[in-house]
């Protein structure tokens, strides 16, 4: 297992094993939790692994895989409402925008994860035409409790910023939205490779360059020391996730890896896809700029864009779903 709640869920097959007069082995404890060589605010919250009476003759049960199946669109539709419908417009360096943090940090601490809070600094600048104040902001970063920073995994992000005007349903409610649901899903259950979940701050723009822009997932990556950088074998960004009837897969360059199999996922989830050449504008560009692998879903036109129309009812639960699908289909142990 490679989710958080792998240890509950083997504790609860050993229980119901000793009750039906058979035994399963014990399943390991987990390993020492990762260090963070970056400026934090720790809240970490690691579940105890629950103990076990049982006998070492049979062995335990294969793991189940994650499956496309398991995306639940409602916890994906329930964040957008709360995000957008309740939090409103959330600055990287505001106050809602801390709230977004604290919220979000608390679902995936409810599902098992370590979180931990990436504190980095924000410029002051322009947001889409509306002055912003320089302060901090923060990656919410969460893992399973046995990770280990230097080993092979996989980033999953989305961005939980927006821009002074828009209560940022779409861009990016959708997108951190799609995080938790396939959060939960995997928490259960077995992926190809360990998970780590980020939403970021100020992703969005404080100035006309690309030097403006993207400054949590710059930070995330800054702060990874050369052995994790080498463990980071593929980075997706949900950004704007939450319109359309195709789902947009956007890689750096012409084409990558990371988008490749993407694609192939979405053939084996059923889900129609089109490739995105050149995309650059989300936080999966700070990981390829710096030679890590890493594509970006979503990106369709809507008419609300970063405006106060921006609301829950623009985003289409169909097209959570599609895109949650396709990136458990990623996340499995055959993608």
Not at 3 to 17: E, K, Q
Not at 82 to 87: K, P, S, T, Y
Not at 149 to 178: F, M
């Amino acid at each position: 297992m490679t989710g958080p709640r792998a240890p509950l869920l083997a504790a609860a097959l050993a229980l119901a094993a000793v009750a039906a007069g058979c035994s399963l082995d014990d399943p390991e404890g987990p390993a020492a939790p990762p260090t963070s060589s970056s400026s934090t605010a720790d809240t970490d919250r690691t579940e105890p692994t629950p103990g076990s009476s049982t006998s070492p003759t049979e062995p335990a049960p294969d793991p189940v895989p994650v499956r496309p199946a398991d995306f639940d669109v409602r916890r994906a539709q329930g964040a957008v409402q709360h995000l957008a419908g309740r939090i409103g417009p959330r600055p990287g360096t505001s106050a809602a925008f801390d709230r977004a943090a604290v919220w979000v940090s608390g679902e995936l601490e409810s599902l098992g994860y370590r979180v931990r809070r990436q504190s980095f600094a924000a410029p002051a600048g322009v947001s889409w035409g509306v002055p912003v104040p320089a302060g901090r902001s923060v990656n919410v970063v969460a893992t399973p409790p046995a990770l280990d920073p230097t080993a092979p995994h996989l980033v999953v992000g989305a961005h939980l910023d927006t821009v002074p005007q828009a209560p940022g349903a779409e861009d990016n409610g959708s997108g951190v939205g799609v995080l938790l649901a396939a959060a939960a899903a995997a928490a259960e259950r077995e992926t190809r490779l360990p998970v780590v979940w980020v939403a970021f701050g100020a992703e969005e723009p404080r100035g006309p360059t690309d030097a403006d822009h993207h400054y949590g997932s710059r930070a995330y990556v800054a702060s990874l020391g050369s052995a994790q950088r080498r463990a980071v074998r593929g980075m997706v960004a949900l950004d704007r996730v939450g319109v359309g009837e195709q789902v947009p897969v956007g890689s750096a360059a012409e084409s990558d890896p990371v988008q490749r199999a993407l694609l192939a996922a979405g053939r084996r989830a059923g889900v129609p896809t089109t490739p995105d050449p050149f995309q650059r504008s989300s936080d999966h560009w700070s990981f390829v700029r710096e030679g890590l692998p890493g594509a970006r879903l979503g990106s369709t036109p809507y008419a609300g864009y970063h405006s106060a129309a921006d609301v829950p009812s623009v985003v289409d639960p169909d097209q959570l779903e599609q895109v949650g699908r396709l990136l458990l289909a990623w996340l499995a142990p055959s993608g």
